[in-house]
C-alpha cells in the first residue's frame, strides 16, 4: 500500500497543462491583486490625508501625516501580514489548505471595505479606525501567501510549476498597476466635478469638503474583484499532496484529483499507511533532523526575502518622494489635493505599466528555462548596479533635464525586482520544504521578508530626510538624504546576492524529491511508478 501514495503525486507531476490550473491560477491570483492593491494604494492617499487633516492655517506647505502617524499608516498594514503570514501558515499545515483559505479573503475583502469607512472627520478617529483596519487586513494578506503559494505548487506539474506559482503572485504587477489607473479615474473625475485652486493661490479652498470621500473609495476598491473569486475559492478541493502527506486520507487525495485531472486514478480499498515508513519522516519542524536537512534552506529563503524587502518596500511606497526630490513630481503647494493624487498616481502607473508588471511576467516567461537561481541571482546583481548608479551620482540626476534618465535607470530597478528576487522568494519556499511543513515554512520565509518591509517602510521615512534641518518635513529629525538612503539600498541588495547561493535550484524537480520526501518514501519501501490508468488518460490540452 504504501507505493500507492506516490500514484497521484506522480500523476500531478506528470499531467498535461490544463484549463484548471489557469482557473487556480485566476482564483488564486485575485487574492494577490488585492493585496498588492491594499498594500500600495495607501501610499497614493497618505499626502491628501495630510492636507485633510493636518494642515495649519497660514502655513507655507500643505498639511503632511506627522512622522508618528505617517510610520503607522504606512507600516500597520505590514505588521499585520507578518502575523498573518505566521498564523495562516502554520494553520494550514495543521487543518489543511483549503479550510482557511476562504477566511483570508473574506478577511482582506471585509477590512478593506472597512478601512475606507473609517469613523469620523477628526484626526485622531479616522487616523485610529484606519491603522486598526488596516492591520487585519494586513492579517488576511498575510494567510493568502503562504496558502496560495503552496496550493498552486501542490496542484501544478514539475515541469510548468515555477511558471504558475510566479503567475499567482504575478497578479501584484496588476494589483498595483489597478491601484494607480483607479486613482486617476476617481481624481479626475471629482477635479472635473469640483474644481479647485493650487494651495499656494487659496490654502483653504485647494482641498475641497469632497476630498474626503476620494480617498475612501481608492481605498475600498481593491475588495471587488477578489469578492467576485470568493465562491470558486471555496469550491477549490484540497491539494492531494496534503490529503495524502500529511492528513494520510489517499483515498480521498485519489478522488480529487481524479475529478481535476480528469484522470482516473486507481487506489487499492486498504489502510493507508504513514507516508514514510523510516523514523526520519517523523521529525518536527524544531527538530535537529529540520535543521540538518532543511536549516540552511530556511535560511536563505528567510534571508534574501529580508533584504530584498527592505529594498522593494522602500521603493514602492516612497517613490513618490524620490520623485518630488528630483522634481519630476511639481511642488505640493502648485497643487490642490486632488491634483496631487492624480499626478503620484500618474507616476505610479507609469513605473508599474513600464518595469513592474513586464517583470512579473518575464519571471513568468523564463522561470521554468532559466531557474530560480539564476533569476534571483541576475535580479539582485542588477539592482545592486542600478541602485549605485543612481546614487553615487545623485547631484547630476537632478539637474534640469537629467530626470527622465534618473526615471528610466529608477524603473530598471524596479523591473529586476520582479524579474528577479521578488518574484523567486516568493516560489522556492513553496518548493523545497517538506509537505507538512511547507505553508508553515512559507510563511516564516514571507514573514520575514515583511519584516524587511517594515523596516523599509519606517527607515526611509527618516533616513530619506534632508542632512539640513530647514529642509525636513515637519516633525522629522534630519537624515541622511535620499541619496545615501540610495547606497544604503545598493548595499542591501547586494547582500541580497550573497545569501543567494544559499538557496537550493528546485526547477524540474517534484517537490518530493525537492524535500527529501522521496528518499523517506524509499526507506519505507515505496516505488515511482505511474498508475496505469494514467497512460490510458483523456484530457483536454491547452
Not at 545615501?484 to 548595499?491: K, T
Request: proline share 5%.
Amino acid at each position: 500500500m504504501a507505493g500507492e501514495n506516490l500514484k497521484v503525486l506522480n500523476a500531478l507531476d506528470s499531467a498535461k497543462t490544463q484549463w484548471y490550473h489557469f482557473t487556480a491560477i485566476i482564483i488564486a491570483g485575485m487574492g494577490f491583486f488585492t493585496d498588492a492593491y491594499d498594500l500600495f494604494c495607501i501610499s497614493l492617499v497618505t499626502k491628501m490625508l495630510g492636507r485633510i487633516y493636518y494642515t495649519k492655517p497660514g502655513a507655507p506647505k500643505p498639511g503632511s501625516l506627522p512622522p508618528d502617524v505617517s510610520a503607522a499608516v504606512n507600516g500597520v498594514a505590514l505588521c499585520g501580514t507578518l502575523a498573518g503570514q505566521l498564523f495562516f501558515g502554520w494553520l494550514g499545515d495543521k487543518l489543511g489548505r483549503k479550510k482557511v483559505y476562504g477566511i483570508t479573503l473574506m478577511l482582506m475583502c471585509l477590512c478593506s471595505i472597512a478601512s475606507g469607512l473609517s469613523f469620523g472627520h477628526e484626526a485622531k478617529s479616522v487616523m485610529a479606525t484606519l491603522c486598526f483596519f488596516r492591520f487585519w487586513l494586513g492579517f488576511g494578506i498575510g494567510g493568502d501567501y503562504p496558502l496560495s503559494a503552496t496550493i498552486m505548487s501542490e496542484y501544478a506539474n514539475k515541469k510548468t510549476r515555477g511558471a504558475f506559482i510566479a503567475a499567482v503572485f504575478a497578479m501584484q504587477g496588476f494589483g498595483i498597476l489597478g491601484g494607480g489607473v483607479f486613482a486617476m479615474i476617481i481624481s479626475a473625475a471629482f477635479d472635473a466635478k469640483y474644481p479647485a485652486p493650487p494651495y499656494e493661490v487659496d490654502p483653504v479652498a485647494s482641498t475641497i469638503p469632497q476630498a474626503d470621500y476620494v480617498w475612501r473609495i481608492i481605498l475600498m476598491a481593491g475588495a471587488m474583484p477578489a469578492l467576485l473569486t470568493f465562491y470558486w475559492r471555496l469550491k477549490m478541493p484540497e491539494t492531494a499532496r496534503y490529503t495524502a502527506l500529511v492528513a494520510n486520507d489517499l483515498k480521498q487525495a485519489n478522488a480529487d484529483m481524479s475529478k481535476v485531472l480528469q484522470v482516473d486514478i486507481e487506489a487499492e480499498p486498504a489502510k493507508v499507511q504513514q507516508t514514510a515508513g523510516s523514523p526520519s519522516s517523523s521529525y518536527g519542524l524544531l527538530s535537529k533532523e529540520f535543521l540538518t536537512r532543511h536549516g540552511l534552506h530556511l535560511l536563505g529563503t528567510t534571508s534574501t526575502w529580508f533584504l530584498l524587502d527592505i529594498a522593494f518596500y522602500s521603493q514602492n511606497l516612497f517613490q513618490k518622494d524620490i520623485f518630488s526630490a528630483i522634481g519630476w513630481i511639481p511642488a505640493a503647494k502648485t497643487m490642490n489635493s486632488i491634483n496631487e493624487v492624480f499626478t503620484i498616481a500618474k507616476a505610479q502607473t507609469l513605473i508599474a505599466l513600464c518595469s513592474t508588471v513586464p517583470g512579473y511576467w518575464f519571471t513568468v516567461a523564463l522561470i521554468d528555462r532559466m531557474g530560480r537561481f539564476a533569476i534571483q541571482l541576475l535580479g539582485f546583481t542588477m539592482m545592486t548596479a542600478f541602485m549605485f548608479a543612481l546614487a553615487f551620482p545623485y547631484h547630476h540626476w537632478t539637474q534640469p533635464g537629467h530626470h527622465i534618465p534618473f526615471v528610466v535607470m529608477y524603473s530598471l530597478t524596479f523591473f529586476f525586482a520582479n524579474f528577479g528576487p521578488n518574484a523567486t522568494t516568493f516560489v522556492v519556499p513553496a518548493e523545497i520544504f517538506p509537505a507538512r511543513f511547507r505553508s508553515t515554512c512559507h510563511g516564516i520565509s514571507a514573514a520575514s521578508g515583511k519584516l524587511g518591509a517594515m523596516v523599509g517602510a519606517f527607515g526611509f521615512l527618516y533616513l530619506a530626510q534632508s542632512p539640513d534641518k530647514a529642509k525636513t518635513d515637519a516633525g522629522y529629525p534630519p537624515g541622511i538624504g535620499v541619496k545615501n538612503s540610495l547606497i544604503v539600498l545598493g548595499a542591501v541588495n547586494f547582500l541580497g546576492l550573497l545569501f543567494t547561493f544559499l538557496v537550493p535550484e528546485s526547477k524540474g524537480k517534484s517537490l518530493e524529491e525537492m524535500s527529501g520526501e522521496i528518499g523517506d518514501m524509499k526507506e519505507g519501501g515505496e516505488e515511482l511508478d505511474r498508475p496505469a490508468s494514467y497512460n490510458n488518460r483523456t484530457v483536454p490540452v491547452i
